[in-house]
């Protein structure tokens, strides 16, 4: 499918709302200066607009098939996947010292925004490779980060999580794969994973899987995890990929989108692993993945809203229907008045997310240059907000665009269906929405709210300052953060959880209206409050933050209504 790399956006986020040049201050990240970034988003563009893009159908009408336990993907898969290896696309923020480029998490996220747009199923193999290399580089032996980095970094080995299995979904802690130690060094792995993105492929040299699994003497629940790496392919003496391991796919899952994505069950039988991290710490180490993956599966929801957007206003540019409603228009249905105020609708959601989305990752190489805890505190409380908010950002849009399309959104043939079918996954995997809104009313406020007072005082700091110049923008704002203060508050004063877990959601969703509020405040006032993005911060501010008011009385209203009804009532 078609699809244009919105370059303009990052510029202007990076440069005038975002202020990346703090980052590339750093020591850490002197080298990301403002022509390496410049050329850097330019070539992603044009791999993915030339490369990745075509891919897109093909994934969706030629799935991924596990033939005489071989896994075959999608036509083109892999020359589009030879693309992103060797471009370094996988290896943008790994460490130099085992090939990878270093460079910011703002600047992998953008890349990562644009290939999730152009081919969402090939984009989330990569994806999964980032977040194992993270795991390693931090919690790794030596020994095991000299085999294993520099192939992955290379995207001549590709990684994989293994979390889930069939009587435990969301509660890892209830699962029964088992390592045993065989006195070597080594632990024979025995269990059955389900739902393993890009379990296996035919076009990478070796597979690795980050599995959780239980010793003998770890105790119940997550404390007592243990995380193993378990390559498809044992390395030899030279690190080369040697004799197959214990482990099969059994099965590829029928899935409602992303089908060319294969999507494994995955059996261990007795299969050689080798410790990562400490022993009973798998849960924290496995968290420096899934962390890089929240923010990531955020961002995969970004880049399908970006592709559905872009797909929808292309039809809606050329389809003729019904009389035109204004003068001088095109003749086409972008000139009424519900297409322009859906397709607005989209634009304004996702620039938005992408603000959101780019902040935290800005946050993150902050923390990571510095070491300072307010810039880790910033990123563990935007964290799930990008998940959530940018995954519920991708179904809405897409969701849109089919309605863009009308009827023809209801034929396959169009591909407006296919983005809303793929992106449907992302508010569940790498833990559910729901999961990421208790995070944030729990954990993330377990300071008290103090790293939420310090963002309202921002917000609040930048209202007041355009109060003078744009105060039908700057009040609207100023009281959205007020009004959402007091909601932190109230979360805060609560002792049941439940009370606060009965209301994450729609908090959640406050928070972030109020926080895209706060950034399209920031764009009109770059631009003067004259221009293209200050008109979307006014349909934004005016027309869509409004949406706080009602999920924040919702998200203070406790736990007691939420369970009035019986189970027998609700089921009458």
């Avoid at 850097?40 to 159908?57: D, H, K, N």
């Avoid at 770890?218 to 995380?227: D, E, N, R, Y």
Wanted: charge should be negative; charged fraction near 20%; aromatic fraction near 6%.
């Amino acid at each position: 499918m078609p699809y244009r790399a919105p370059l303009s956006d990052y510029r202007f986020l990076f440069e005038k709302v975002l202020g990346l040049k703090q980052v590339s201050q750093t020591d850490r990240f002197a080298e990301a200066t403002p022509d390496m970034i410049e050329a850097i988003l330019t070539e992603a563009a044009r791999m993915c607009e030339e490369v990745l893009a075509p891919l897109q159908r093909n994934g969706d009408l030629h799935p991924a098939v596990l033939e005489n336990g071989v896994v075959r993907t999608s036509p083109g898969f892999a020359d589009g996947y030879r693309a992103i290896a060797e471009g370094g696309w996988v290896s943008m923020g790994a460490d130099p010292a085992h090939g990878g480029m270093g460079l910011p998490m703002a600047l992998v996220s953008a890349v990562n925004d644009m290939m999730g747009a152009a081919c969402l199923s090939l984009q989330l193999n990569p994806l999964m490779t980032q977040g194992q290399i993270e795991a390693l580089e931090n919690h790794a032996s030596d020994a095991l980060k000299d085999i294993y980095l520099p192939k992955l970094i290379s995207g001549e080995w590709c990684g994989t999580m293994n979390l889930t299995e069939p009587q435990a979904g969301s509660d890892v802690g209830a699962l029964s794969t088992k390592a045993v130690d065989n006195g070597d060094g080594t632990y024979a792995i025995t269990g059955q994973k389900i739902y393993i993105s890009w379990g296996d492929n035919d076009f990478t040299e070796n597979v690795c899987h980050l599995v959780l699994a239980r010793l003998h003497d770890g105790g119940p629940g997550t404390k007592g995890i243990s995380l193993f790496m378990v390559p498809k392919y044992l390395p030899d003496e030279d690190g080369n990929p040697g004799r197959a391991n214990d482990l099969k796919v059994v099965s590829l899952e029928h899935k409602m989108g992303l089908h060319g994505s294969p999507t494994a069950v995955m059996q261990y039988d007795g299969a050689t692993g080798w410790l990562v991290g400490e022993k009973h710490d798998g849960m924290r180490t496995m968290f420096t993945m899934m962390n890089n993956a929240r923010l990531g599966v955020g961002i995969q929801g970004l880049g399908v809203a970006e592709g559905a957007y872009q797909h929808a206003l292309a039809y809606a540019m050329e389809r003729k229907q019904g009389r035109v409603p204004v003068e001088g228009g095109t003749g086409t249905i972008i000139d009424h008045a519900d297409v322009r105020r859906m397709l607005t609708t989209m634009k304004a959601d996702i620039f938005a997310t992408r603000a959101i989305a780019l902040a935290c990752a800005i946050a993150i190489d902050m923390k990571t240059a510095t070491g300072d805890a307010e810039w880790g505190a910033r990123a563990a409380l935007l964290t799930p907000i990008v998940k959530a908010f940018g995954t519920d950002t991708g179904i809405a849009v897409a969701e849109m665009g089919v309605q863009v399309h009308g009827g023809m959104g209801f034929i396959e043939e169009t591909g407006a269906a296919q983005y809303s079918r793929d992106v449907r996954v992302t508010a569940i995997y790498e833990g559910t929405n729901g999961i990421q809104a208790m995070d944030l009313v729990g954990r993330k406020l377990m300071d008290g709210g103090e790293a939420a007072f310090r963002l309202m005082d921002e917000i609040e700091e930048v209202a007041e300052r355009t109060r003078s110049t744009l105060p039908d923008l700057a009040e609207p704002v100023w009281e959205a953060a007020e009004t959402l203060r007091e909601t932190v508050e109230w979360m805060v004063s609560q002792e049941k959880l439940n009370d606060r877990f009965a209301g994450s959601v729609p908090f959640l969703k406050g928070f972030a209206r109020v926080l895209g509020a706060h950034f399209h405040l920031l764009a009109a006032e770059a631009e003067g409050g004259e221009g293209p993005r200050s008109n979307l911060a006014r349909f934004y501010i005016k027309r869509m933050l409004p949406e706080y008011a009602g999920a924040l009385a919702h998200a203070r209203e406790g736990a007691e209504g939420v369970y009035a009804l019986s189970d027998d009532e609700l089921a009458a």
